[in-house]
């Protein structure tokens, strides 16, 4: 079965628009800063900026150049930062070689953090405290799971890819001593070896790797569930996942496509974070 993240998230998004329909408060705000001219991460922005505005988010798009020093990218965020307007900021990455990213997140106001990916935040996702934000991605594969009622607990979840922002957050995330988390998780790099043995032992696999079609049906248990997050754009601009879907989908129980699973999610939970973002600021909402 191929599972509908378009569907899911367009559902979650309906629901995110009527909360933000019933705010007292004002509208939500989610501030994006956009460093120089990376095609991939215009077309990001823009797919964020329109879910935002089709949930009621407000938006601002705070495009930079990417000789912009880090000092006044640094200012920037500062100024965001003490914007009581502003609930949520997001510094769209990659971001040019000068710029030292781990900085420019740490910079960020973690209560205005809605990618989750400040020290802070991922500190809180292993510590299993809910007072921060997850990053969008993880949390957008659980949600998935959930929604489409597929158990987590107890299962053999494999991920191939160990990202700050995606396999490491969702490995804490999927082994939370919580409901429908309590996963038996094992992460694979790139210095694995035996990776075939690795992933044949998956109920869930999941591939964050950025190497097109790289999961062959030979890796995959038949029955089993195979999420992809990869985004990989082929010479002739096709857009393909980490999984190699076509085979693929003739053995597993269940799987995303690319496009059309994993990312709609990831800008859904964006767009929840920066509603709960508002509200933890609103608390009279
Ligand atoms: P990174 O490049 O940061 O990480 C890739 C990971 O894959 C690394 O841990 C790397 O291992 C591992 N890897 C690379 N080659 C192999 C190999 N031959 N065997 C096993 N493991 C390997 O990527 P990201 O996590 O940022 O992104 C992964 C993919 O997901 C990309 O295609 C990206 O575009 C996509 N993405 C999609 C999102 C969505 O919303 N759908 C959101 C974020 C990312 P090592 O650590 O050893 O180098």
């Known amino acids: 079965m191929i599972i509908n993240g378009r569907q899911v998230a367009s559902t979650i ?11 007292k408060s004002g509208r939500p705000k989610l501030a994006f800063l956009l460093v120089g001219e990376h095609p991939a991460s215009q077309t990001y922005v823009r797919s964020k900026k329109k879910a935002c505005a089709a949930t009621g988010i407000e938006s601002t798009l705070i495009a930079l150049s990417s000789d912009i020093s880090q000092e006044a ?25 000068h710029i030292d990213a781990r900085a420019v997140m740490r910079a960020v106001d ?6 989750g990916f400040h020290p802070l935040n991922l500190g809180k996702l292993l510590l299993g405290e809910d007072d921060g934000f997850c990053p969008c991605t ?9 929604k489409q009622n597929l158990p987590v607990n107890g299962k053999k979840v494999v991920i191939v890819g160990r990202s700050n922002i995606v396999g490491k957050p969702l490995a804490a ?9 309590n996963a038996t998780v094992t992460i694979a790099h790139s210095h694995s070896e035996h990776l075939t043995d690795i992933t044949l032992s998956a109920d869930i696999l999941i591939a964050a790797i950025g190497k097109p079609l790289f999961i062959k049906k030979e890796m ?13 754009r082929l010479n002739d601009q096709t857009i393909v996942g980490d999984v190699d879907f076509t085979p693929v ?8 496509p690319v496009p059309g699973g994993v990312g709609p999610m990831t800008i859904a939970m964006l767009l929840q974070n920066t509603y709960l973002s508002h509200i933890r600021r609103h608390p009279w909402h």
Do not use: F, W, Y
């Open 110 to 115: 973690p209560a205005k953090d809605v990618d």
């Open 220 to 232: 995959v248990r038949p029955g089993a569930i195979v999420i992809d997050v990869g985004i990989n």
């Open 73 to 97: 990218l640094l200012s920037q965020i500062a100024l965001l930062n003490i914007d009581s307007k502003i609930d949520g900021i997001l510094v769209q990455l990659p971001l040019p070689p």
């Open 138 to 146: 993880p949390q957008g594969i659980k949600t998935l799971l959930e």
């Open 173 to 181: 995330l999927l082994m939370q001593k919580k409901p429908h988390c």
């Open 13 to 23: 998004l309906s629901e995110i628009a009527q909360q933000v329909a019933l705010l």
């Open 249 to 256: 989908s003739a053995i597993a129980s269940h799987i995303t």
